[in-house]
Every structure is written in C-alpha cells, then in structure tokens.
C-alpha cells in the first residue's frame, strides 16, 4: 500500500505518523512545497515578540525524525495537478524546476492556506510582509529591527496576536481595521473591550478605514486610506487566508464556494481512496448544521488523525466543530465558542443572551480578578449556543467547560446543577458561569 500525503505541517505530518504506527509496512511519502514541516504556526506571534525565544521549539519534528519512521519528506516539491482517474500526481520540484508523476494507492490532501493580498494600487511596487508559514516569520524577524513604526492591516486574529506582540519591541503599531471592529467574530460589546486593551498597551486603532493605495516614499511606504495618509517603515498584511486547492480545479473534487474540500465525517472526499483534512477543508458546523471553513490548529490536528486512522480502515469519526477559540491581548484572554448573538440571531429572534460580571476566584482570597461572561441561548428551549470569556483569569478553563456544554445541548437548568469544584483560590461558592446561567430564567 503506497500513501501519498500533499502537505507537511499541521494535518499531514500528524496523519503520516498515525498512519506509521497503525501500519508498519505501508509506503508513506510526504511532497510538501515548502522548506519547513511540522512546526507550530501559531507560536509565530510570540516568537516574533521574543516571548518565546528559540525558533526551534516551534519545530515538532525534523524530516530527520521523520525518516527513522521510514516516511519519505520531499521538500519544495509542489503538487501542481491531480488525476483521479489514474490515482495520480505531478510534482515540481521547485530547486531543480522538473516535473515529475507519482501514482498512489491512498491520497491525502493537507495542502493548509495562503495569506490573501489587498488588490490596492502600488502593492506590487512595496514590500509588504505576511505571516502565514514558517519563512514568512524568518523574513519578519529579519526585517523588523530596522522597522521603527509599523502599519498592521487588518483585524482578525493574526492582527491582533501580531499588534499584541510587536507593541513590547518599542515599535509604534498602527492597526487598520476595514469594519467598525476588530475581532468581527465576537460581540461588539467584546471586541471594544479587545480594542480598549490593545489602545491601553499603546496600539494606534484606525477602525472604519478602507485602504486604497500603497505609495514608495524614499524608503518609506505611504498607505493611503480613506481617513489619512501616514507612512511607516513596514506594512504588515493580515486579511485573511485561503485553501490552498487551486492544483484541484481540473479535477472532480467537490470544493466548497472558496476553493475548500468538501469531505464526509471519515474525511473522505467524493472521490474513493482521496482524503483531505486539515485548513484546505470545511468542517460540519453542530450548531449551524452546514459546512464551515474555519481553518485552527486544533481542527487540522484532529483532522489529521480521524483521516490516517480511516485510511487504515480504522472507521472512526470526526462529527464537527463549534468553533471554539481562544486570544491574548496583554493580560486578559478573550474566549468565544458556540455562536454569537449577532450569529445566533440569523437563525432566528428566539435566541438571546445574558451577561455577568464575577470575580475569577473568592473576592476576598488575593489575585481575585473580574470575569466577564456571555452566554446565548434558545429562549424557547433554554439550550445554550454560545459563550464569550473576557478577563485576565480563568478565561481558559471556563470556555472549555462551556464548548462540552455547548456540545452536548445543554439547559441553562441542566448547566445550573453541574458539580462545580469550589475552594477560595480557585472559584467563588458560586461560579461565574453558574451565575450567569441563573440568569436564564
């Protein structure tokens, strides 16, 4: 049995060394079209604030690692077109420009995204850096001593995590942001309290402001928007990405509207013996009940797994995502799984929310900090959809109670009776998500 795996971060090299120990004997072999594998995407922020200071324990596995498991790693080897018919592959080797075919018996496609680019006037004339894979950060990092100010477009999570980060180098971070939020994902009343933090630590917040060109001025960039103008020494894109599956387009695969694979949850595509997991994939949605893209980590490691134990006809499951996740900004984390309001409230008026504010701990043991808590619900059926976490403590464990809870359809009157462990250091009597879903009456 001979698997080929296209891509080697996140999904692939998780599927190939699943696939190792569930079958010792099988042919595995990795094209991945850059010059990194298995390393942790988003650690890059942090690396580039010098919270985590070697590049290298971003790094899970070494092709080395990987080939005293006797899995094959080709690096800068693109896959440029896929023949289902023939259970075949051409590759590019991208050092020595030749092409060549490879035939498979099993396909695995985890070719993960590539940073979209603004379609502005004169951004082909300025350098403009991105943040996507391991080389963009090495790029980064070697340009930004000499970048004193510094223009981030764009407010999603890359954004933020780079403003965060970048604002302790002694920089001046300039954030553009195209909406009238940053973090469009959160509630509005969540993402002010995101963007007062991060106007706190000294971010320049541009909200409302559309870009519309890129100018050279000596060896300064002039972004121009439709607010001002203002030049900076780096510009920094962070607008979004997409599945890397343009390779598909001559070929049957069923693709999402954006390019992404539809798979089933064996994560089996349309076509047999062709997998895909991974950022290059949609996920089944639970609360939503339709395909999603949401391209995490956490979804393209589990992805991974699911599609190597099918592949060696181990039939398990991947049921879907709600899409849980979870940012620092400064001090305080802010957390979000299930829905919003503003998502909830496409699906219909019956759904609302109620909002706390409760210390982390017992008030009067130390270090006890104010969380904020959100949750949304049915008001028919009192099942909550969603939940949104914002303070400097007990952000994390909180949301991850809440994503089971979500998971399972829980009540409000179910939630209220959980079992909640309670010392003063760690929780009031009361927890604050008891608390606030008491409030679902």
């Known amino acids: 049995m001979k698997t080929i795996i296209i891509g080697g971060v996140a999904a692939g090299m998780t599927a190939a060394?699943?696939?190792?120990?569930?079958?010792?004997?099988?042919?595995?072999?990795?094209?991945?079209?850059?010059?990194?594998?298995?390393?942790?995407?988003?650690?890059?922020?942090?690396?580039?604030?010098?919270?985590?200071?070697?590049?290298?324990?971003?790094?899970?596995?070494?092709?080395?690692?990987?080939k005293k498991d006797r899995i094959t790693v080709n690096l800068n080897h693109e896959v440029i077109q896929l023949d289902t018919m023939n259970k075949r592959i051409k590759v590019e080797d991208l050092k020595n420009h030749q092409t060549f075919l490879d035939d498979f018996d099993q396909l695995l496609i985890a070719t993960g995204t590539s940073y979209k680019k603004l379609k502005i006037?004169?951004?082909?004339?300025v350098p403009i850096y991105y943040l996507n894979q391991l080389h963009d950060m090495k790029k980064l990092e070697d340009a930004l001593p000499k970048a004193k100010k510094i223009a981030i477009i764009g407010g999603g999570y890359i954004g933020v995590e780079l403003a965060d980060n970048l604002i302790h180098?002694?920089?001046?971070?300039?954030?553009?942001?195209?909406?009238?939020?940053?973090?469009?994902?959160?509630?509005?009343?969540?993402?002010?309290k995101a963007m007062n933090i991060l106007t706190d630590l000294g971010?320049?917040?541009?909200?409302?402001?559309?870009?519309?060109?890129?100018?050279?001025?000596?060896?300064?960039?002039?972004?121009e928007?439709?607010?001002?103008?203002?030049?900076?020494?780096?510009?920094?894109?962070?607008?979004?990405?997409?599945?890397?599956?343009?390779?598909?387009?001559?070929?049957?695969?069923?693709?999402?509207?954006?390019?992404?694979?539809?798979?089933?949850?064996?994560?089996?595509?349309?076509?047999?013996?062709?997998?895909?997991?991974?950022?290059?994939?949609?996920y089944h949605h639970l609360i939503l009940e339709k395909n999603v893209y949401m391209p995490l980590g956490t979804h393209a490691n589990k992805t991974g797994r699911i599609a190597a134990e099918n592949?060696?006809?181990?039939?398990?499951?991947?049921?879907?995502?709600?899409?849980t996740n979870i940012i620092k900004i400064g001090d305080y984390a802010l957390a979000k799984t299930g829905l919003s309001l503003k998502e909830a409230k496409k699906l219909g008026n019956h759904y609302q929310s109620v909002e706390i504010e409760a210390y982390h701990q017992t008030s009067y043991y130390p270090g006890a900090e104010k969380l904020y808590v959100?949750?949304?619900?049915?008001?028919?059926?009192?099942?909550?959809?969603?939940?949104?976490?914002?303070?400097?403590?007990?952000?994390?464990?909180?949301?991850?109670?809440?994503?089971?809870?979500?998971?399972?359809?829980?009540?409000?009157?179910?939630?209220?009776?959980?079992?909640?462990?309670?010392?003063?250091?760690?929780?009031?009597?009361?927890?604050?998500?008891?608390?606030?879903?008491?409030?679902?009456?």
């Not at 595995?28 to 650690?43: A, L, N, R, T």
């Not at 971010?203 to 972004?223: F, G, P, R």
């Not at 592949?311 to 899409?323: L, S």
């Open 169 to 192: 180098l002694d920089k001046e971070v300039h954030l553009f942001q195209r909406g009238s939020h940053i973090l469009s994902l959160y509630d509005e009343d969540l993402s002010e």
């Open 121 to 125: 006037p004169g951004h082909d004339n």
């Open 311 to 323: 592949m060696a006809d181990i039939k398990t499951t991947f049921p879907g995502i709600i899409g």
């Open 17 to 66: 060394a699943k696939l190792r120990r569930l079958d010792p004997k099988r042919e595995i072999i990795v094209y991945e079209k850059g010059s990194d594998i298995s390393y942790s995407g988003c650690g890059m922020p942090y690396f580039l604030g010098k919270i985590v200071k070697d590049e290298d324990k971003l790094i899970a596995r070494t092709p080395d690692d990987f």
């Open 225 to 282: 928007t439709n607010q001002t103008s203002l030049t900076f020494d780096m510009v920094i894109e962070a607008v979004g990405v997409y599945p890397n599956t343009a390779f598909l387009s001559s070929s049957d695969m069923l693709l999402d509207n954006n390019g992404a694979i539809i798979t089933n949850q064996h994560m089996e595509s349309n076509i047999k013996d062709i997998y895909a997991a991974g950022d290059c994939t949609t």
């Open 203 to 223: 971010v320049k917040l541009h909200v409302n402001t559309s870009l519309k060109a890129y100018h050279q001025k000596d060896e300064k960039i002039l972004v």
């Open 374 to 441: 959100k949750l949304i619900y049915n008001d028919q059926t009192k099942i909550i959809v969603g939940a949104s976490l914002f303070g400097k403590k007990g952000v994390s464990d909180r949301i991850n109670i809440m994503a089971l809870a979500i998971t399972k359809k829980m009540t409000a009157q179910a939630f209220q009776t959980l079992d909640f462990a309670y010392a003063p250091p760690f929780s009031p009597v009361w927890d604050p998500l008891l608390i606030a879903a008491l409030q679902i009456k």
